[in-house]
């Protein structure tokens, strides 16, 4: 089995049926009985989120639908010292939502409505359980939209959102989900409920929100999110480069921003990731290119007129073998379909894959796309890259087959060496995923033990106890120090 | 474009003091706040002292922090910059203009020039970051706490971390360099501080049209809800100022669109970065108390005593008035916004708006686990705090 995945414990424990009984009598007593669930084929849908190499079956499940029901939940977990697990849609890629046997998971599916959309403000309050796009879908016939966009928008909830402070394609010009959230309603362990932000830009006091937004269900429980609306461009133009070589593509990144463009996106995907993706949508991408970058445009006629020009420009002279701009809305969305599809469309050339999610220095890319392709030779497991190339947050897709006894434990391992590379260049473990229990083990690499310190003391602010999502985000020192003693593993801190 | 890494010789830098050594403090300030720590001694935070104004009054011996100094890394292609936090922010301001790029969220310094002394030297990056302190681009590029990527901070333990990084996206454990910004260097020391940075928009346009307050606000929120590239929004009691950011055919066409006079392009830098920036419009001479308040954009005019300034597309008001600060308060309570006392007035009371007791608790243990013998900065920010 993995590497990191606790020690999974069984749902027929005698001890834990006991404990489970005694809690759905205490919990029916203030929930509707549909909004409990205790039976195993029940709780099976839960037992896992994106990351679906791990899976732990909860205790139970609880669907609460008032903020009152949730206050009341968390209140009675809080007493019975029974630790709390929140899940939105389960699109995380880290194991952030995976449940803890011994305690409850507390989904947030049921809060699905949108309290109130402000066109003139251009503000739209909403439950946590709310999809991405849906705020965008309300907010259209305003000519608003929500900005980040994260490629699973689709299925993600903004409760989600908030946990992971989610991106996009568009988070270069536009921001993570930290940029564009005004307010968080939360409920803390101790059923407490503390508003966030402010109708304003800022609120008086410390900067709470920024602290939890991104802090992966460990800090309270979102209840209600105020987001940020911004106007539709009036104008947006895709370009499509392709080059022979990985390497030229990642200098042109830098170029274009050297230049003093920001576009709404930059990305890159190099041959493996084209081919899948060309496989799956046919987006006319050209699959005998090394790598291609999607640069996107966007803003009033003219402006995008002026900037097109000159990043055509930029791209040929940084030695694109083909460059075509989108003469269309149509053929802009169809460069940018392979790119938001192709996390399934690598899905359907391999029986798995590993999604990583290191962010690095934009200057970093060759050397890390170089080194990255010797360590898929040397572990024999193919790696395609498909990546925000304008952020430096890259998304090395590891190929595996868990059904090949070994390879997962080596994709695993693989990915850590990955990581701290990332690291090793002076980014980052995760720039938009989250930490949650797959990265537990480099996050002893990343950061020193003073400073793992000072995240449990701000944890111990929020929740003394240590129950809600217990295990996730913050390795403890004993898990560092046997994480330092494994062979093979280089350990820098950068101090 | 240039290919190869610009080179900045940061140590021979030179700015209107002559030249300025790039100087690491941190082991001496570690060893400072370990001895106050030890003896539970306060300690006041002192970038260059510009800002000494803002907040509430500390009592406490002197942390000058400004001879922790230098630019630490610059990289025009990485739109990051890194510096100590005692780096005067006009040095900053100069290297990035050098390479065609600035601090998107256009801090005030607050330095006045007749100042004889050390805040000739002007604000310091840590004690603008500490304020939180945003200038007119605000609402349209970001606040310091947007923008702020990383910070290695000397906390009240003495323990010298670092969070975040100079890279765009991190999400690795809690984002403990924002919650610094703002903080009034109450939960930390900040050493370091890594800085998202922007290129300068090749055209800039201002203009200016005659109306009412209640019409200003009406015109800002709707210009806000098109996709026009404003960079800066403020009615000063008799006309509204807007100023456009981007390239040229852009700025053309938004001009056209929004109609009436330009200003000249020096009118225009005086009026935004003189006047409202730096808070040099006569509209903040004297000594009325002035007063921020946060609100959101499209809350009418309030009916307060005193005169009234708008900026930040109406999310910003600055007020001149004698009247209780409680009734200033619950005015803009009832809105969904909070008031400070920015300038003047009793500086002994809570200068920022009370917060529910929930939230003061959380702010409590947040001190705590941040500076458990509450040695810095004490009180600046919360008489509790
Ligand atoms: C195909 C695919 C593409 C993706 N693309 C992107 C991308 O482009 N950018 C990106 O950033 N991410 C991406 N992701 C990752 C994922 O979609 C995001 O992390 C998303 O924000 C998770 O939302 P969710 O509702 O599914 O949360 P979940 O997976 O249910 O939970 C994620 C974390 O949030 C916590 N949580 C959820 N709701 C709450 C709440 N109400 N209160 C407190 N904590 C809560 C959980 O405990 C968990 O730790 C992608 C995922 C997939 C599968
Ligand atoms: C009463 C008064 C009114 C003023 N009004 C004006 C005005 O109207 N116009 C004008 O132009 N100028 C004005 N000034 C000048 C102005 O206050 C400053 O020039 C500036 O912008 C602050 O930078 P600083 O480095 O001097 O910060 P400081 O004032 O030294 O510090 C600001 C805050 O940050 C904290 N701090 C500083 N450095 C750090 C760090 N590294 N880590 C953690 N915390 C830190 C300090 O403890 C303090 O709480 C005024 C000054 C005063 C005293």
Known sequence: MSLIQP???????????????????????????????????????????????????????VLPRTVEEVQRILRLCHTRDVPVVARGAGTGLSGGALPRGDGVLLSLARFTRILDLDPVARTAR?????????????????????????????????????????????????????HNVLAVKLVTIEGEL???????????????????????????????????LLPVPERAQAILAAYDDVEKAGQAVGDIIAAGIIPAGLEMMD??????????????????????????????????????????????????????????????????????????????????????DGTIPRRALPEVLRRTAEMSREYGLRVANV?????????????????????????EELGGRILELCVEVGGTITGEHGVGIEKINQMCVQFSPEELGQFHAVKAAFDPKGLLNPGKGVPTPRRCSEYRQLPDHTHRHPH | MPNLPVHVDFEAFVNDKG???????????????????????????????????????????????????????????????????????????????????????EPPHFADASDEGRSTLGATLGGTIACGLS???????????????????????????????????????????????????????????????????????????TCSPAEAIARMTGWAAKPLPISATCFDGEQLWVRLSGNHGGVSAAAERIGDEAVDDGEALAFWREQI?????????????????????????????????????????????????????????????????FRGGDRRSEVFHPLPAGLMTLHREMKRAFDPNGILNPGRLYATL
């Open chain 2, 19 to 105: 030249k300025r050594v790039s100087n690491d403090l941190t082991a001496e300030l570690q060893d400072r706040v370990r001895h106050a720590a030890d003896a539970s001694l306060p300690l006041r935070l002192e970038g260059n002292g510009t800002k000494s104004g803002l907040g509430r009054a500390v009592d406490g011996e002197i942390l000058s922090l400004s001879g922790h100094s230098g630019i630490l890394n610059y990289q025009p292609k990485e739109l990051v910059v890194t510096a100590r936090c005692g780096t005067p922010l006009c040095e900053i301001e100069a290297a990035l203009a050098e390479q065609g790029q600035m601090l998107p969220f």
């Open chain 2, 277 to 341: 920036r730096e808070q040099r419009h006569p509209f903040f001479a004297g000594d009325a108390p002035l007063w921020r308040l946060s609100v959101p954009p499209t809350v009418a005019p309030l009916p307060l005593p005193g005169a009234q300034l708008i900026e930040w597309g109406g999310a910003q008001r600055w007020l001149r008035s004698d009247a209780e600060a409680e009734v200033i308060r619950s005015a803009v309570s009832a809105v969904g916004g909070h008031a400070t006392l």
């Open chain 1, 271 to 356: 041959g493996p990731a084209i081919q899948a993706a060309e496989d799956f949508v046919h987006a006319g991408y050209p699959t005998d290119a090394a790598a291609i970058l999607i640069c996107e445009i966007d803003g009033t006629s003219q402006e995008v007129s002026e900037e097109v020009m000159r990043v055509r420009d930029l791209l040929l002279v940084s030695g694109a073998t083909e460059v075509r701009t989108s003469r269309d809305d149509a053929e802009r969305l169809m460069f940018w379909k392979g790119r938001k599809a192709a996390f399934p469309a690598v899905g359907r050339i391999s029986p798995d894959y590993y999604c990583m």
């Open chain 1, 7 to 61: 020690t999974r414990i069984d749902f027929e424990d005698p001890e834990l049926s006991a404990t489970r009984a005694e809690l759905v009598r205490e919990l029916r007593a203030f929930l509707p009985s549909d909004a409990v669930l205790e039976q195993q084929e029940q709780v099976q849908p839960y037992e896992c989120d994106g990351l679906s190499a791990y899976r732990q079956l909860p205790l139970l499940v």
């Open chain 1, 126 to 178: 909403v439950e946590p359980g709310v999809r991405n796009l849906a705020i965008s879908e309300a907010a259209a016939p305003h000519g608003l939209y929500y900005a980040p966009d994260p490629s699973s928008q689709i299925a993600c909830t903004i409760g989600g959102n908030v946990a992971e402070n989610s991106g996009g394609v568009h988070c270069l010009k536009y921001g993570l989900t930290v």
């Open chain 2, 135 to 209: 200038g007119p681009a605000r609402p349209y590029a970001g606040s310091a706490r947007d923008l702020v990527l990383g910070t290695r901070v000397l906390t009240g333990r003495a323990e010298v971390l670092r969070f975040g990084g100079e890279v765009m996206k991190n999400v690795a454990g809690y984002d403990i360099s924002r919650l610094m910004t703002g903080a009034f260097g109450t939960l930390g020391v900040l050493l370091d501080i890594s800085v998202k940075v922007l290129p300068i928009p090749t055209t800039g346009r201002t203009l200016v049209q």
């Open chain 1, 387 to 411: 990546f925000h190339a304008g952020d430096g947050n890259m998304h090395p897709l590891i190929l595996f087959d868990a059904n090949k006894p070994g390879e997962l434990e080596r994709t």
């Open chain 1, 194 to 228: 503390i508003e966030l932000g402010s109708g304003g830009l800022d609120a008086p006091g410390y900067d709470l929100l920024a602290l939890f937004i991104g802090s992966e269900g460990m800090l309270g429980v979102t209840v209600e999110v105020t987001v940020k």
